[in-house]
T-cell receptor
């Protein structure tokens, strides 16, 4: 079993839709949870960072962590064509390396 | 320049060549990393340097040789590579290895093709 599972997609939705991206994990020691966004021909950039369980909102983006279910989500509201990218979840216990999901390729169609 | 800069952005090499990838960070971070990104695979951590000392080597073949002369610069020396080594090589930096969230800042990557 992989430590972090992420559906690779691809996922294609119309502009303005709500997008839900998800990851599951197996290591209960993970405490720090991140979402990175990677545009084509660029390196990943940090989008959202959450510690432990709960929600965090930043503009159109909301990150949710459910440690009891070992499940994290990223929601994108009012999606825009500029949101088209690959989204990578990542997590760590803090004392060890960051473990990444496979990445979900997202396309927002105008 | 700010952030993490990688050169070259693209590299094509034969299996018998020797080349190097370079990474420079201007963020004042103390940890630097090499990752390999292949299609349909999660990012693979290759090496970690913390305060110029190598702290992680994730069973990387010896044909990849890292060098970290100071906290701002990181190199990946390549020799006698195989076609399956073709990938995007990403450099990253963070404040310190093994501390809290360990948020990484990535460079744009060096796209390597081995013929």
């Amino acid at each position: 079993q992989k430590e972090v599972e992420q559906d690779p997609g691809p996922l294609s939705v119309p502009e303005g839709a709500i997008v839900s991206l998800n990851c599951t994990y197996s290591n209960s020691a993970f405490q720090y949870f991140m979402w990175y966004r990677q545009y084509s021909r660029k390196g990943p950039e940090l989008l959202m960072y959450t510690y432990s369980s709960g929600n965090k909102e930043d503009g159109r983006f909301t990150a949710q962590v459910d440690k009891s279910s070992k499940y994290i989500s990223l929601f994108i509201r009012d999606s825009q064509p500029s949101d088209s990218a690959t989204y990578l979840c990542a997590m760590t216990s803090g004392a060890q390396k960051l473990v990444f999901g496979q990445g979900t390729r997202l396309t927002i169609n105008p | 320049e700010t952030g993490v800069t990688q050169t070259p952005r693209h590299l094509v090499m034969g299996m018998t060549n020797k080349k190097s990838l370079k990474c420079e960070q201007h963020l004042g971070h103390n940890a630097m990393y090499w990752y390999k990104q292949s299609a349909k695979k999660p990012l693979e951590l290759m090496f970690v340097y913390n305060f110029k000392e190598q702290t992680e080597n994730n069973s990387v073949p010896s044909r990849f040789s890292p060098e970290c002369p100071n906290s701002s610069h990181l190199f990946l020396h390549l020799h006698t590579l195989q076609p399956e080594d073709s990938a995007l090589y990403l450099c990253a930096s963070s404040q310190q290895w093994g501390s809290g969230a360990n948020v990484l800042t990535f460079g744009a990557g060096s796209r390597l093709t081995v013929l």
